[in-house]
């Protein structure tokens, strides 16, 4: 049974650098109406897919790897489980880590009559917020994490406020995770281009005679 404190979660990468400033535990929600075209994530579309995790179980994950400094939560839309992630992201916050949450809303519809419900409460344990829907033929070159020009930063407490000044000086990071069996998973930011140069490369290298 799914209670009002359960995540339907996509993915989860314990420890990142490609996903919001310093290392970062990283969590995809499953589940999303907005559905930009050309997402990077349309395998996080239906809501029905995922994994239902406990807000404190995953906090207790979260809180378990060492040396991170903060959370990023994508998806999927994060606000459309806003109630749980909002559980979840205060359990870190306590705990003295940062919270960044991606959203395909705009700041505005996030704090208007119409909101998801629960936003206010995700946005009241939200250091950095994300907004906007991608913009396919609106390709962002200049500042890390996102994928297209009307996406808004928005700084909600002071915690990352020094990551600000400096944004355009960060670098888009891409990761590339490769099991024993020879799954391929990638995270972080790149232009389809990239992505398919990036992968044709590493099945070449994987692939080479001995």
């Not at 049974?1 to 499953?30: C, Y």
Request: glycine content about 12%.
């Amino acid at each position: 049974m799914i209670s009002d404190r359960t995540i339907r979660v996509g993915a989860v990468v314990d420890d990142t650098v490609a996903e919001g400033p310093g290392r970062r535990f990283a969590v995809w929600v499953q589940g999303c109406s907005i559905r930009c075209p050309g997402c990077f994530n349309p395998h996080l579309w239906g809501a029905k897919g995922g994994t239902g995790i406990g807000a404190a179980e995953l906090a207790e994950r979260a809180l378990a790897v060492p040396g991170i400094d903060g959370v990023t939560l994508l998806g999927g839309e994060p606000f459309e489980q806003a109630r749980p992630l909002a559980d979840f992201a205060s359990r870190l916050a306590a705990q003295g880590l940062s919270v960044m949450t991606f959203s395909g809303f705009t700041y505005r519809e996030l704090n208007g009559a119409g909101a998801p419900d629960g936003a206010a409460e995700l946005l009241s344990a939200t250091d950095l917020l994300v907004s906007g829907p991608y913009l396919s033929g609106q390709p962002d070159l200049r500042r890390p994490w996102v994928g297209s020009t009307n996406q808004e930063f928005h700084f909600l407490t002071d915690r990352l406020r020094h990551v600000e000044a400096g944004l355009a000086d960060l670098p888009d990071r891409i990761e590339v995770r490769v099991t024993a069996s020879g799954e391929v998973t990638v995270n972080g930011w790149a232009d389809l281009d990239q992505l398919d140069t990036l992968l044709a490369d590493d099945f070449r290298r994987r692939n080479r005679p001995a």
